[in-house]
Structures are given as C-alpha cells and as structure tokens.
C-alpha cells in the first residue's frame, strides 16, 4: 500500500515558477530514466511546444472537477488562475512497484502529500534572488506580462514556506544543484561529475 511506503520512494519537489524546477527534473529524469514523474492533469492552456498526456493532461474545468469528485486526484490545488493535480493510479501502482516517484507540485499540494503521506521526501528549490527569479521568468517567455506577475506574487509566499520542507536547494549553479538533489535521492553515490 502507497501508506507503507519507504522513506524517499515518493520525493515531492517544490519552487517558486521560473525557479529551473522543469529544467531540474528533465536533467535528472534524462541522468536516472528509472525515475518515474508524475503527470499532472492541469486546465491551463498548453504553451508551444507542450505535448498532451506528456508535459500535462490538459483537460476542462469540467472534467478536473469531477476527477476531484471522483477522488481520483491524490493532491490538487488551483495555482494563478488554474488548476493543477496529480492523479491517484499511476502514482500508487508506481510506488508499489517500488518505483521512485517524483511529483513537481506547487506549495499547496506539497501541503497535501505531507498530510497524507509523511513518509515523502520533500524539497524546496530556491531562486539565487528575487530579482533573478524574475528575470528567468521573463526570459522564457512562456506567459503573459500579467500572468507573470501572478507567479511572481505567489513565489513570495511560497518561498516564505521553504522551511517546512525537508531540504532546500538554491538552483544558482545549475549542475550543483542538480548534483545536490542527486545527492538527496541517492545518499549512496559518489559526486558524479557532469562534464560531458
Ligand atoms: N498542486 C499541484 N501543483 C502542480 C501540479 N502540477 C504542476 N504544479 C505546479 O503548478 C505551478 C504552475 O505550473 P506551470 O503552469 O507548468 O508553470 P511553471 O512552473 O511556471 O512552468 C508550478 O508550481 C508547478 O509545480 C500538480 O499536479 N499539483
Ligand atoms: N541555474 C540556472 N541558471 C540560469 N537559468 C536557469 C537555471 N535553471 C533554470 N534556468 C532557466 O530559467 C527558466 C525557468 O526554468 P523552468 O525550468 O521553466 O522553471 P520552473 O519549472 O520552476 O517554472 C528557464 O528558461 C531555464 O532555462
């Protein structure tokens, strides 16, 4: 059962949006493919490029709304003007194939899963600064000028909740923080050198 699971087998990572989560987790999905990360349903619009059933199940208001009604979302919450959540299934038959599972949720959901499942690994990513934030926000040009300053909002408050995770990462260098949370994961490598 998902409630026995092993310390570490479900790692919820958290952050700010533009903080490098979605680069992170593409990196360390690409270094460990056993990995196994969630995907989320979401009724936000797909950006350029986004696949359906790969980057999120894009679904309608109406439909996430009875997913929720049919208690098939294991966490949800709404996030600058959508929601997101992590369906159940996938993610319990993972763990049970003690398969380690990653879910890249917002503050709310990471809320949830530490009430549901205190077992899980949980990690905050934390920008170098504010103003750094914003600008990889505004570089990567993803979302609109009133968009971002909705995330921009919510990564105050979210950063302010940093402490209640179990480890925090400050994604500066992009390698140390990726060798970091490799290191979270697996305790027992040794510093794995990332040149090419
Ligand atoms: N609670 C919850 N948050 C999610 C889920 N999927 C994604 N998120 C979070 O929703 C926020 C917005 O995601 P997204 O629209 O992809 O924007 P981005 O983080 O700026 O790339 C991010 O903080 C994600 O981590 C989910 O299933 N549940
Ligand atoms: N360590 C880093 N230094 C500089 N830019 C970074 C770093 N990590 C990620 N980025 C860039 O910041 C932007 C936001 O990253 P992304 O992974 O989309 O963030 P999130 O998923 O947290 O919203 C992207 O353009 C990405 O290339």
Do not use: C
């Not at 950006?47 to 966490?75: C, H, M, S």
């Not at 926000?137 to 408050?157: C, G, K, M, V, Y």
């Amino acid at each position: 059962m998902i409630q026995a699971l092993e310390t570490g087998k479900l790692v919820v990572i958290t952050g700010p949006s533009g903080v490098g989560k979605g680069t992170l987790v593409r990196s360390l999905l690409k270094r460990h493919p056993d990995i196994y990360l969630s995907v989320s349903m979401t009724t936000r619009s797909p950006r350029p490029g986004e696949v359906d059933g790969t980057d999120y199940f894009f679904v309608t208001p109406e439909k996430f709304q009875n997913l929720i009604a049919a208690e098939q979302l294991l966490e949800w919450a709404q996030f600058a003007g959508n929601y997101y959540g992590t369906p159940r299934a996938s993610v319990e038959e993972k763990v049970k194939q003690g398969t380690l599972v990653l879910l890249e949720i917002e503050l709310e959901g990471a809320r949830q899963i530490r009430a549901s499942f205190p077992q899980a690994m949980r990690l905050f990513i934390l920008p170098p600064s504010m103003s750094e934030l914003e600008r990889r926000l505004r570089d990567r040009q993803s979302e609109s000028p009133e968009a971002i300053t909705r995330r921009l909002n919510r990564a105050t408050i979210e950063i302010e909740a940093a402490d209640e995770f179990d480890v925090k990462i400050v994604n500066d260098d992009f390698d140390r923080a990726l060798a970091e949370i490799e290191s979270v994961l697996f305790p027992g490598l040794p510093e794995l050198s990332l040149q090419p």
